[in-house]
């Protein structure tokens, strides 16, 4: 069934900054800089901007005031991961709200995520952040949630650590070439297996990587991208999904998540099969949630992963690519280009549809997959394309 | 309703998200009941406290105490987390989701205690017991002593 949206919003505009465990600067200025690389990327100035969309990080008013942008006739603080942005931002120029969205999303290493960062009185000062510990030490709320589903999964299809160990690998081993990345040592499978465990089954390495910066977009009508400077990359279809146990501790099994909601609607709406993606960027907040969509995408079966990951693994570069030809999250993922909630992978994903992912790209790219989001209640998934 | 005033349960638990749907939860934790939501009319539990049944859509929910008896059905044991009396992260703080013996999926999530690493697995039988906290009662569970049939 093809919707009436299909291929009629497209992102026409890139900006970002680089990503750091300590950038030495305010969540809105990273912002800010990002905003105006995409903007002038767009070759648009402020007057064309009629849209804004972000999050209560560095909310849309602020970015209207410090980019003195006259007139908005649509705005949205959203909550993460960065698939809301895009997908309310593609509604709203659809529906005729305004026409042109500048969408973005700050980081910053807040001091709820470790003592190092509460120790810098910016940082503390900025509050806790949305990463503070849950209050109870007896609750897989909050960070805790997918560690018990990776120890279930582990049980369940009978398979070792090495699972979780390819896609923190896999994504290291793209993050040596972006200069964009926080984390960019070559990482093998033995510093894997003996890192200490944080929250069992998994390690640091398992888990993204808390750091600064900000992308930012510019989303428009296709019709009008095609105006613009920059080859258009076409939203062609976007789902969400979440099903009535959105808990960890009451989700059913590894596969009655949100998962295979917004999988299953995604294929309904795409004319865009599997087999002609050409990058593949899977959220890895989690390792688990990594495996999991290239399960519930259809690479392989469930608890496949493990052997697919071997049959599809470029040894000369140490990662997966899948058929010889389909890599993976080549900017290196939340885990080590740095923890974007999705923006890094939405910012990738044009980038490659755009040709323009320099020694990283993908040749002749024209189909990207983006499944951001977990298993209790943000997965998401997005086709991009281009003409 | 009982001796225990509001004033008192949240004083007791500082810090956790009370409301007038879960204090009731919380004020049978004070008295070591442990109190899961259950249905009045069609008999559903549920998990976390809600204001209605997740199955009838019915407003007669009543906290009501549980066997106790239950099996792991998800576990981890943490070495990172809030600070609290009593735990040693660098030993390992288990957390487990308990299917109660209530309801298939009925899951309550707490620690395990009188428990060796060894025996710690998916499936295990366990059963409810206290533990204190700062002077606090804590539900937890335990391997269940094995039963005559
Ligand atoms: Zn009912």
Redesign the interface.
């Given at each position: 069934m093809t919707l009436p949206i299909k291929d009629r919003v497209a992102i026409a505009g890139l900006g970002s900054t680089p990503f750091s465990r300590d950038a030495g600067r305010a969540a809105g200025a990273m912002v800010l800089d990002a905003c105006v690389g995409a903007v002038r990327d767009a070759g648009l100035t402020a007057s064309d901007i009629d849209g804004l969309c972000g999050s209560n990080v560095v909310p849309a008013r602020y970015v209207q005031g410090a980019l003195g942008i006259p007139e908005c006739t649509w705005h949205a603080n959203l909550t993460i991961p960065f698939q809301h942005q895009i997908i309310e931002s593609m509604n709203a120029i659809h529906a005729g709200m305004c026409s042109t969205v500048l969408a973005y999303h700050g980081v910053y290493r807040a001091s709820g995520t470790s003592r190092a960062a509460s120790a810098d009185p910016f940082r503390a000062r900025y509050g806790a952040g949305p990463n503070v510990l849950f209050q109870t030490p007896d609750t897989f709320e909050g960070a805790v949630g997918h560690s018990p589903w990776a120890r279930r999964y582990l049980d369940k299809y009978g398979v070792g650590r090495e699972v979780f160990g390819k896609v923190a690998i896999n994504n290291r081993s793209n993050a040596v070439l972006n200069e964009r990345a926080a984390m960019r040592q070559p990482l093998t499978m033995e510093d894997y297996l003996s890192a200490r465990l944080v929250r069992e089954p998994l390690t640091l390495y398992d888990m993204d990587l808390p750091v600064d910066g900000a992308d930012a977009f510019i989303i428009t009508s296709a019709e009008r991208a095609r105006d613009l400077p920059h080859r258009p990359v076409l939203i062609h279809a976007a789902a969400l999904g979440q099903n009535d146990r959105p808990f960890s501790a009451q989700m059913l099994d590894v596969d009655c998540t949100g998962q295979q909601i917004a999988i299953r609607q995604l294929w309904r709406h795409s004319d865009v099969r599997l087999g002609d993606v050409d990058v593949f960027f899977p959220y890895d907040g989690f390792s688990i949630i990594t495996v999991r969509w290239f399960e519930t995408a259809g690479y392989c079966d469930d608890g496949e992963a493990n052997a697919f990951f071997d049959a599809h693994w470029e040894t000369s570069t140490d990662r997966i690519l899948i058929d010889g030809r389909v890599a993976v999250n080549t900017h290196g993922g939340s885990m080590s280009e740095g923890a974007t909630q999705g923006s890094g992978h939405f910012r990738e994903a044009a980038a490659q549809l755009r040709g323009e992912a320099g020694v990283r790209q993908v040749p002749n790219a024209k189909h990207a997959l983006v499944t951001p989001g977990g298993f209790f209640f943000n997965a998401g998934a997005v086709m991009l394309r281009t003409e | 309703m009982n001796g225990i005033t509001d004033a008192a349960v949240f004083e007791s638990f500082?810090?956790?998200a009370i409301d007038h749907d879960n204090i009731e939860h919380y004020r049978g934790i004070l008295q070591r009941r442990l109190l899961v939501n259950r249905c009045a009319d069609c008999g559903t539990w549920h998990?976390?406290a809600r204001s209605r049944c997740?199955a009838c859509w019915s407003t007669r929910v009543e906290p009501t105490k549980i066997s106790g008896r239950g099996v792991i059905a998800?576990?981890?044991?943490?070495?990172?987390?809030?600070p609290?009396t009593g735990?040693d992260y660098q030993e390992?703080?288990p957390?487990?989701?308990v299917e109660l013996a209530e309801q298939p999926?009925l899951?309550?999530?707490?620690?395990i205690v009188d428990c060796k690493r060894e025996t710690l697995?998916?499936g295990l039988p366990v059963e409810l017991t206290w533990i204190e906290r700062v002077g606090v009662p804590?539900p937890?569970f335990r391997p269940a002593e094995p039963r005559n049939a």
């Open positions: - | 500082p810090g956790v998990e976390p997740p998800l576990f981890t044991v943490l070495h990172h987390g809030p609290a735990i390992g703080h957390v487990a989701a999926g899951r309550f999530t707490a620690t697995r998916i804590v937890a």
